[in-house]
């Protein structure tokens, strides 16, 4: 796919991800849109996404970022990035009107997308590693490359995780090559936590338990412990796959209260255990090491409707 060629007859853009925007999702649509404001400097490029976390603000108009949903606004072309149009939340509706659609995902669960224009790689890194296929490179610049470096960086665990690919190093080589200072932004995006975050993971592993005789790792963080710590869900990135770093672990599950009694599932895998087929069984999805879905209930209810999804694979 070549994304010019796309939109060419566009001249009012809109870019949207998935709900609870992490990096990749965040990065790939910004560096998209930089790319297209300034392939296309007459055309209007909005982005649409639930408020970032602030570490992403690093990113040149992050700040420019649309999260009200409240206007009724009419697009030439709507472009999903690193999910389905089912998870574009409350921006759902600009994608529905939108004269264009295209989809540009990685996510397995998304096997054929759900635009008018798809363009659907399950084996790719990220969503940012496809937007960096689609774009032209005469227009890559420092501020594009590092809103694609850091969607690569965080959905690979910093070119560690299988999903690495040699043409994820390759493009990582290029986008380092102009000039970003890498040290800084892996250790500002991706390792550094706040301290309240630092605090809610400790909570979270001293609160863990071991399950199926070790093989998954367990743990939840209540709405009311996050009003404790004074911290909301943005807060909690990162947790999960640190509980997968438990020696004799294949996976991780990590629950988090959305409302009362309504927990955001997230699931992260060695290999052996599919976690977007279990997070399937519950309308969720993702990626066999890493993915999620919504259950409601108690905690434990929660736990033990999942565990026999997961033993089932062991
Ligand atoms: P998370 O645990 O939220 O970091 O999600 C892990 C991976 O699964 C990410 O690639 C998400 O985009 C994806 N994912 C999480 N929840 C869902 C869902 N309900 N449906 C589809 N994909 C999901
Ligand atoms: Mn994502
Ligand atoms: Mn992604």
């Known amino acids: 796919m070549r994304i010019l060629e796309e939109l060419k007859g566009s001249s009012k853009i809109a870019i949207g991800g998935h709900i609870r925007p992490d990096g990749d999702c965040i990065g790939s649509c910004m560096g998209l849109s930089l790319f297209l404001k300034k392939a296309m400097p007459d055309a209007q490029v909005d982005v ?23 206007a009724e606004l009419h697009y030439d072309a709507f472009v999903a990035l690193d999910t389905n149009a089912e998870r574009l939340g409350a921006f759902r509706k600009y994608f529905d009107a939108a004269d264009l659609t295209i989809n540009i995902d990685h996510h397995i669960s998304n ?7 798809n363009y659907i790689k399950p084996q790719a ?9 689609v774009i032209d490179r005469e ?6 490359a590092k809103a694609l470096y850091i969607g690569i ?7 560690q995780y299988s999903n690495t690919a040699p043409s994820t190093l390759k493009t990582a080589a290029e986008l380092i090559g102009y000039g970003l200072d890498f040290t800084k932004i892996i250790d500002e995006t991706f390792y550094e936590k706040t301290f309240v ?6 909570r979270a592993l001293s609160k863990a338990e071991s399950r199926l005789f070790g093989k998954c790792i367990v ?10 710590f004074g911290a909301d869900s943005k807060d909690l990135e990162g947790i999960v796959s640190q509980l997968r770093y438990t020696r004799g672990a294949e996976c991780a599950v990590f629950l988090h209260e959305l409302k009362e009694q309504e927990f955001k599932v997230s699931m992260r895998s060695n290999g052996k255990v599919d976690v977007a087929k279990v997070a399937s069984v519950f309308g969720g999805g993702g990626h066999v090491r890493a993915a999620g879905c919504t259950l409601t209930g108690t905690p434990k209810a929660c736990v033990e409707i999942l565990l026999p ?6």
């Open 153 to 159: 960086i965080h959905d690979t665990g910093v070119l």
């Open 219 to 228: 743990s939840c963080i209540t709405a009311e412990e996050l009003a404790e």
């Open 125 to 133: 890194s990220s969503a940012s590693e496809l937007v960096f296929e």
């Open 139 to 144: 227009y890559l610049d420092a501020e594009i």
């Open 309 to 314: 999804h997961i033993e089932k694979q062991l």
């Open 111 to 117: 096997k054929d997308g759900s635009a008018m224009i």
């Open 48 to 70: 649409f996404l639930e408020k970032p976390a602030d570490i992403f603000l690093c990113i040149k108009d992050a700040d420019k970022i649309i999260t009200d949903s409240s």
């Open 197 to 202: 975050q630092n605090r809610l993971l400790g």
